[in-house]
């Protein structure tokens, strides 16, 4: 199964945190998203569900974007798989340290801005604190490569479809078979 969304949103959720986009950036470098060290996918923040691969990790403009691979191979990832389905996709928390924050106190209700963080996983929740944190799924590299399609085809539309230069649609082309 494959799974994406905005593991963090920049919205401020029920805790009054307020993360921000480049927060990540340290934490993505560092740890990279593969191999023992790399940042995790698990299951309910518990460090002993890891549930697949993350794919993707991207700062964009409203958080940080994810793409990943839940492996059904194991038996608890299956599980979860299954509640995806039945749900119609399900949600995202992140687990992190504080690094850097500011307490905003002169808004009409105050929240912490976090400005940096140490990221260390990213998990499929039932309930996230932020409701702006929800999961699309697919069950098939056909459905994914739609999707990826679709979303080349929406970074193009500004310029009427068209990448601006040969080098702007050969480096979307090399995106999608790295699977972005």
Known sequence: MFIEGYASHISIDSARDMVLPSAFADSIAKYGISGPKGIKLLA???????IGAITKLEMRNSGLWMEAELDEGISYAKDLAAAIRANGGLSYSIGYRLVDVDFIDNAPE???KINKLDLR????????????CV???SDSREAKMLSDIRAMKA????????AQSMAEFKQAIKELKNGR
């Open 110 to 112: 105050p929240y912490f």
């Open 135 to 137: 999961m699309a799924y």
């Open 44 to 50: 309910y923040h518990d460090t002993r569900m890891p």
């Open 155 to 162: 970074a193009f539309a500004p310029t009427g479809g068209m």
């Open 121 to 132: 996983e990213i998990s499929v929740v039932t309930i996230p604190c932020n409701s702006e």
